[in-house]
């Protein structure tokens, strides 16, 4: 495992320290964590199934796996068998594990990514590419490809067309696509679709995952709450590596997922509290010398002032904002920064003071 890159954030830490330094405190913009409270229904869910004794299933209970389908169809018309539902204990160690589970060899992901993609196909022993273009890939055998819309770090969404275009380079190929949706709820100028959509597959889900998760959704990171699902016979072929690894959610986390997933009004409110925030914040960041790319939905403005990434990382230190350098997400980043509306209404506002 000496392959693995040092984690990224590790980076960070000195233009932490100065933003914190700042007389009014450091405004934490660099990492996408949810800072609003769990939806009482969910914490109420939670204690209500506290006394767990024994072991939770891997596949989740029924009524988990219903929640779940039923959240697809209501939100994002489409339709999964509940029994093709597996629940995660977070979705990124779903996205690190992946390629081993499938005896990988190659894997694809964007050449802008969540750098766990590339940290997957290390443990799995797999070649990794970041490329997207997969015409531009010849001849040569892929056995997974990623992708991700809305797209962390640009917030860009992938139009029907080009998913569509990726379902069938891979059905040709024997390629599983798996699709990482986790933001697919926060879309503002776009709405996102997934990969399981029937514009974009037919109405077959063969060869394909679709990854999400509730972290951004229901502010529940903490729970470490997730699902895949798609193609069937991958989903139980997933079940069963995971039940010998012993991968469980916890029946309390299974019960606290399952009301999320059954309630849309939390994730409504939620929502409207990141649009406010974005609203709030993009005009003083493009007043103050930053061009805003991509990031039609999601929870991060990809932006530039055309110096290199970590330039713009420390000169926003300086005013107590901590913000992610682009190159943490792939060589293409090398001049931009990640910033995220995940802070409070406060620390936003005292951003927003700070730019002025």
């Not at 750098?115 to 799995?124: E, F, M, Q």
Request: glycine letters at 8%; a neutral charge.
């Amino acid at each position: 495992m000496n392959n693995l890159p040092d984690f990224p954030w590790d980076r960070l830490e000195p233009y932490k320290a100065r933003a914190m330094a700042h007389p009014d405190g450091i405004v934490d913009l660099s990492v996408g964590t949810p800072v609003d409270p769990v939806p009482s229904l969910v914490q109420s869910a939670l204690v209500e199934a506290a006394n767990s004794p024994g072991y939770p299933l891997t596949h989740g209970t029924k009524a988990l796996r219903e929640a779940a389908a039923g959240w697809l169809r209501r939100r994002h018309e489409v339709t999964v068998d509940p029994r093709d539902v597996l629940p995660l204990i977070g979705s990124k160690e779903f996205v690190a594990w992946l390629p081993t589970y499938l005896g990988a060899k190659t894997v694809v992901f964007p050449e802008l990514a969540y750098p766990t993609y590339d940290v997957g196909a290390r443990l799995a022993g797999a070649a990794a590419t970041a490329s997207d273009g997969l015409l531009a890939l010849g001849p040569q055998q892929v056995d997974l490809v990623w992708v991700n819309s809305p797209g962390n770090p640009t917030g860009r969404v992938l139009p029907v067309e080009h998913l569509r275009k990726v379902v069938a380079w891979a059905r040709e190929r024997g390629t599983v696509v798996a699709s990482d949706e986790c933001y697919i709820e926060l879309g503002w100028e776009e709405r996102p679709v997934s990969i399981l959509h029937p514009d974009v597959c037919g109405g077959s889900h063969e060869g394909l995952l679709a990854v999400h998760s509730l972290s951004k959704r229901s502010n529940l990171a903490g729970y470490r709450a997730g699902f895949v699902t798609g193609d069937q016979a991958l989903v139980k072929r997933l079940l069963e590596i995971r039940k010998h690894a012993g991968m469980l959610m916890p029946a309390p986390v299974q019960a606290a997922m399952t009301a999320a997933l059954g309630d849309d009004a939390h994730a409504d409110e939620q929502r409207e509290r990141y649009a406010a925030r974005r609203a709030e914040l993009r005009p003083v960041l493009e007043k103050a010398g930053w061009r805003i790319e991509h990031s039609t939905a999601g929870l991060y403005f990809w932006a530039t002032d055309g110096t290199s990434s970590w330039e713009q990382v420390s000169k926003l230190s300086e005013i107590g904002i901590l913000v992610a350098p682009g190159e943490f997400y792939g060589s293409a980043g090398g001049r931009y920064i990640r910033i995220a509306v995940t802070a409070t209404d406060e620390r936003i506002s005292a951003a927003v003071r700070r730019l002025q």
